[in-house]
Nanobody, 110 residues
Framework: VQLQASGGGLVQAGGSLRLSCVAS????????MHWYRQAPGKERERVAG???????SYADSVKGRFTISRDNAKNTMYLQMNSLKPEDTAVYYC?????WGQGTQVTVSS
């Protein structure tokens, strides 16, 4: 299984980014997928998840600002992040079962 995350970058507070995670070596459509993040000095935390049927769940800290989605035809999961805050700064990882992607850095400046 390979998970390739991309789309991170530097953005000002209030801005937006869209992360992508392309999966290979697995049957993407039948698996739940998740986004996690880890800020410096903090534990990794789950940000959002999408079930195989497309049901979504979010951490309280991102509800109303982030939207998770998936395109099974492209084996790709997305995280649309709006109204970004400096506290969203972290390395963002995609996860499927016990497999992790390499992470993409998101930095939000105040």
């Amino acid at each position: 299984v390979q998970l390739q995350a991309s789309g991170g970058g530097l953005v000002q507070a209030g801005g937006s980014l869209r992360l992508s995670c392309v999966a290979s070596g697995m049957l993407f459509s039948v698996n739940a997928m998740h986004w996690y993040r880890q800020a410096p000095g903090k534990e990794r935390e789950r940000v959002a998840g999408t079930s195989s049927s497309g049901l979504s769940s979010y951490a309280d800290s991102v509800k109303g600002r982030f939207t998770i989605s998936r395109d099974n035809a492209k084996n790709t999961m997305y995280l649309q992040m709006n109204s970004l805050k400096p506290e969203d700064t972290a390395v963002y990882y995609c996860k499927c079962r016990s497999d992790w992607g390499q992470g993409t850095q998101v930095t939000v400046s105040s």
